[in-house]
């Protein structure tokens, strides 16, 4: 089976711009997780989503949101971008058996 | 408190055995995991282990539980230079909800 794909790899954005990721999990997982790694504050949990629904949220702000679509893939969105928002953005994909989470290569987004 | 705590470095000889720690936090975390991170790259799910058990083993790598304490640790035998990586412990909370630690940078000397 094919890993869980993430695109693009690399994003350049500037403050202020908004911007799309995009996670294609592994066949048949229906789980979809979305974190945020940076050197300070380590790997921390945006949000979950199962069926097209969101079943858990991290502690980010209203700027940060996300969907997953019929097929499972799932996209996060950040607007309003800061210079904080620099950060690898991983998702990981789990079927029903959620304890066994299998991440991506991340997006590396860079906000100047 | 609310994290996972991990020693940042661990350094050892090619051919040792390496034990990375962990403490947790939330003692009604139902699994415990261990993630492996190279440069550049996504986290690698090595190994977790239910909340139930004491020991797993798999391969090399052996993973301890002490829930009294709240301690994990990852044992690597026979270290290899390819075990070069940061090694995340990690606790499920809530649905999806992964709780890591900072990370242990593990250094193998030849």
């Known amino acids: 089976k094919a890993g869980v794909t993430q695109t693009p790899r690399y994003l350049i954005k500037t403050r202020g711009q908004q911007v799309t990721l995009s996670c294609s999990p592994i066949s048949g997982h229906r789980s979809v997780s979305w974190y945020q790694q940076t050197p300070g504050q380590g790997l921390q949990f945006l949000f979950e989503?199962?069926?097209?629904?969101?079943?858990n949220k991290g502690n980010f702000p209203g700027r940060f949101s996300g969907r997953q679509f019929s097929n499972s893939r799932s996209e996060m969105n950040v607007s309003t971008l800061e210079l904080g928002d620099s950060a690898l953005y991983l998702c990981a994909s789990s079927d029903y058996r959620v304890y066994e989470q299998y991440f991506g290569p991340g997006t590396r987004l860079t906000v100047t | 408190g609310e994290d996972v705590e991990q020693s940042l470095f661990l350094s050892v000889r090619e051919g040792d055995s390496s034990v990375i720690n962990c403490t947790y936090t939330?003692?009604?975390?139902?699994?415990l995991y261990w993630y492996k991170q190279e440069p550049g790259a996504g986290l690698q799910l090595l190994t977790y282990?239910?909340?139930?058990?004491d020991m797993k083993q798999d391969q090399r790598l052996t993973v301890l539980l002490n829930k009294k304490d709240k301690h994990l640790s990852l044992r690597i035998a026979d270290t290899q230079t390819g075990d070069s990586a940061i090694y995340f412990c990690a606790e499920s909370r809530s649905q999806g909800n992964l709780i890591f630690g900072k990370g242990t940078k593990l250094s193998v000397k030849p």
């Open positions: 989503y199962f069926s097209e629904t969101q079943r």
């Open positions: 939330d003692s009604s975390s139902t699994y």
């Open positions: 282990i239910f909340s139930n058990m």
